[in-house]
């Protein structure tokens, strides 16, 4: 939930962008707190363009750096740390899965677990300040401008693999060659494995206990481990390490702002993705 001052906007893509967009969010908060936010993995790749503030981000050396201040966020499989320096207002595309291959124009495996430089990309775009609508429109309409340049696609078995995953239906049983082929595919378009991209739906279902007050209390996370695929407690809290560098209850005690904010963004798959 936002604090005082905080605003946090989501928009739906037109759709000419739907196969390929899930969500337009915007997020401010004039007077942030100097704290350490945790980012989750959720399973999608971001364009993130900054009107305020960029974040800082802390690298695997434990040292801060500035972020840019229009980035492509690839897959995550490890979670992210960041704090604000200033007033942050930012505005962001949250791709599908397998939505942002074409447009990035290179294999999203490269880009997985990184953040890539995007500010001569997107050089000439602007949104205006304070108004999220504006913003959403004013990103969606420069992305649709982008799609019309150059052809895009999805690839029908990888859609279909991601809505399985997110689903949570068994994978298809394939021979060894198609496997290899298929993970090959996938880490083109998506990423990540068809394996790690399925953890990381599961473990969604469970930290959404923890990013939406009112869900179940400590005790109760074990019976939403058990449905949402875990075998066991120490399965589902090694996942939490994993994933989030914390535990479920560190992390609902903790996190404000930013990070609560975009958690609330679970993956649903639509029932309809046309290419």
Known sequence: MAGEGERYQEFEPPAALKPFVRVIWTYADPDPAPAVQRIAPDGCPELIFDLGAPYEEQGEDGIWRLQP???????MTRPLALRPVGPTELVAIRFEP????????????EATDRRLDMVQRLAG??????????????????LADQRRRAEWRIDPLIRGEVEAAAGDA?????????????????????????????SIFRFRRVFDHAAHPGQPA???????????GYFDQ???????RRFLGCTATEWAREQQALARAIASQSYKPGPDHPA
């Open 69 to 75: 201040s229009a980035l492509f966020a690839g897959q």
């Open 98 to 109: 397998d939505g942002a291959r074409d447009w990035l124009g290179q294999p999203l495996v």
């Open 125 to 142: 775009f602007s949104a205006p300040v304070g108004d999220p609508e504006g913003q959403a429109e004013a990103f969606t309409g420069w």
């Open 170 to 198: 068994p994978p298809s049983v394939r021979s060894p060659a198609d496997q290899r082929a298929l993970q090959r595919r996938f880490a083109d378009r998506v990423g990540v494995s068809p394996r790690m991209l399925r």
């Open 218 to 228: 400590a005790e109760s996370w074990l019976g939403a481990g058990l449905e949402a």
């Open 234 to 240: 120490p399965q589902m809290a090694r996942d939490f």
